[in-house]
């Protein structure tokens, strides 16, 4: 049944409308407005408690400069700043094999910019590549919330590269050379299934 | 050439003096007064630049309070804390094979307490040896900078026992259990030449 102004006449929705309609919609029910992080994190949790993989988070690198101790209490770290990363987030063991990824994402909608990774970071999954680890990063546009994994093989090589071509990986060609993650409850983001099709096959 | 006294009688080194002598040697040229941590930091660079594994020592996990952002410069943390580590420091990717391990030295001479290692750390590892990873400890006794390896699977048996038998590992039984890791220059503390022997055959 369609729905009517007062006038009798036929109401249709413009495009535009429609199209926010269902970007809400994945916003909301997909994924609920928490970051990569979050859905990384909880996955991690989730794969830890039903004894799938062990997969962590590593702690941020800070520089501790002045660090005091009141007494009866905790020591207070007083002033420290931020280190950039030597390798990357989240590392771990699934089935004996040593896992290690980075996970980003983008408000583009056509391609990653490249700019999203260090060269320490590409450098250690290069050097992790070189010890037959599995090494991917995970990939999220955040416009309409889809996960790709890509093998750090490729990044690597779309980032060595830019500095005579371009500056981002077309959205198509992650499609061509990754796999998308299926989004879910528990996990949300059930990387491993994917991991597990492609390297353990 | 025996040593005289001006009187003619001849100079006999006590025996403690001798094991003073030869201990000062073992701490300078041996260990050269470095603590575990950093010796193992130098091999795990080592390992890294020959291409032989990529191992890491995890940041110290900090909570961050407070963060100022002065203009023009980084920004500096005001006010963290110490957070107690759920994981091991150490791992990483060995010949495709997780590795993940716990450095602790003890002043004693005839036994390695217990509470150097804390619950979650146990935890962590029995997670690590469930998923078939590699993961053991690195144990130095620092009286003679005597450094051994010890799988997860006999340290985590000895943790929970301790409520009904001893806070300590013998130093016998992590001699007959565990294996020496061999002192060198380069790297400091092999313990991948030790891990190859027992993991990889």
Not at 82 to 100: E, L, M, R
Request: hydrophobic share 35%; aromatic share 12%.
């Amino acid at each position: 049944m369609s729905i009517r102004y007062p006038n009798g006449k036929a109401y249709i929705p413009k495009q535009n409308e429609r199209m926010n309609v269902s970007k809400k919609k994945s916003i909301s029910y997909g994924n609920r407005g928490m970051s990569l992080e979050e859905d990384i994190n909880i996955s991690n949790d989730y794969y830890l408690a039903k004894g799938i993989a062990v997969i962590h988070k590593k702690p941020t690198p800070l520089q501790i400069v002045k660090v005091d101790y009141p007494k009866r209490s905790a020591a207070v770290i007083k002033e420290a700043y931020f280190q950039q990363a030597s390798t990357t987030d989240y590392n771990g063991v699934f089935k004996g094999k040593y896992i290690d990824f980075e996970a980003k994402e983008t408000k583009n909608k056509t391609s990653f910019p490249l700019k999203n990774f260090h060269k320490h970071q590409i450098e250690h999954m290069g050097q992790v590549l070189s010890q037959k680890g599995i090494c991917f990063t995970l990939l999220r546009f955040s416009a309409n919330d889809e996960v790709f994994l890509l093998d750090a093989k490729y990044l690597c090589s779309y980032w060595y590269k830019q500095e005579h071509e371009r500056k981002s990986i077309p959205k198509s060609e992650i499609e061509a050379l990754g796999h998308v993650i299926p989004h879910g409850l528990y996990p949300r983001i059930d990387y491993l299934s994917v991991v597990e099709n492609i390297y353990f096959c």
